[in-house]
């Protein structure tokens, strides 16, 4: 077994493919996998690709007299998918009480989890949001705070942009923080003030908070987003304060002119950094 970075935010096993395989339509599973498969030899659930109706393929145990274990059938799949040795393909366990698993062509795994994750950031509309996540967590068999979670730590690896303005006849108005950035940040905190950790629960039930930008010409980036109270937001805009930064960038402590005390802030990134995703390559 090989152990390498994975290229999304997810950490997923993967078999390496052989030719004499692939020419009988065969899978065979590694022995480093054994402990996920039938002892005996049965009928498996195998979902293809992204495929959701899964189909009863044959399935060899270690115990046979061939002394592998194989997964059959997959001839046509192989061809359809232009499957090659050296290829890989990501093995997955969707149940392992009533046996079924997933197989997906690697390449075509990595693109369609960075189409879904390229572009959610920007996405303002909740179900679109909801269907998106639904997708991935299919996909990578993460919770939907996980999801949320890494893509945070995506966005802090990114680089800080300005913040765009837009002109309109009335005036000129700052970009919006997206429906995704939102929920977003409510996932990772709650609803609760990253400096007073107030919060209050609205008709909806929902925890209400407010969003601020620390710079007002800077976007979305979560090094520039607070997740604020009212009363906290309303100081940011109408009384001066002295903001502290640590060596990274991330604001630290907040002193309101005025006040004797100041505010910790709380970052969610020490919860999470050093978080890291990992593909097994199985041979």
Not at 51 to 73: D, H, W
Request: hydrophobic share 35%.
């Amino acid at each position: 077994m090989e152990t390498k970075n994975s290229e999304v935010s997810a950490s997923y096993k993967t078999i390496k493919l052989t030719k004499s395989r692939i020419n009988k339509g065969l899978l065979a599973i590694p022995v480093s996998l054994i402990d996920l498969f039938p002892k005996e030899k049965t009928k498996i659930k195998v979902l293809l690709n992204d495929i959701q109706v899964p189909q009863e393929l044959s399935f060899t145990p270690y115990t046979s007299s061939s002394r592998e274990i194989r997964i059959g059938g997959l001839g046509k799949w192989y061809l359809e998918n232009n499957l090659e040795a050296n290829d890989e393909i990501v093995i997955q366990v969707i149940d392992g009480n009533e046996p079924t698993y997933r197989l997906y062509k690697e390449t075509l795994f990595v693109k369609t989890i960075k189409d879904l994750s390229e572009h959610i950031i920007e996405i303002d509309n909740d179900n679109v949001i909801e269907n998106s996540i639904t997708k991935i967590s299919s996909l990578t068999e993460q919770k939907t705070s996980e999801i949320y979670e890494n893509k945070f730590i995506e966005l802090v690896a990114s680089s800080v942009i300005a913040r765009k303005i837009y002109e309109s006849k009335a005036a000129q108005r700052n970009e919006t923080t997206s429906s995704f950035v939102k929920n977003m940040l409510l996932n990772l905190y709650d609803g609760h003030c990253q400096l007073t950790d107030f919060t209050f629960i609205q008709r909806n039930g929902k925890p209400y908070f407010e969003i601020h930008h620390i710079d007002d010409k800077l976007g979305n980036h979560p090094k520039n987003l607070l997740v604020v109270s009212p009363n906290i937001h309303c100081q940011f805009t109408y009384r001066n304060a002295e903001l502290t930064r640590d060596s990274e960038g991330w604001l630290r402590e907040v002193k309101f002119s005025g006040d004797n005390d100041s505010y910790a802030v709380n970052q969610q990134i020490d919860r999470l950094k050093g978080r890291k995703f990992t593909k097994e390559i199985h041979f």
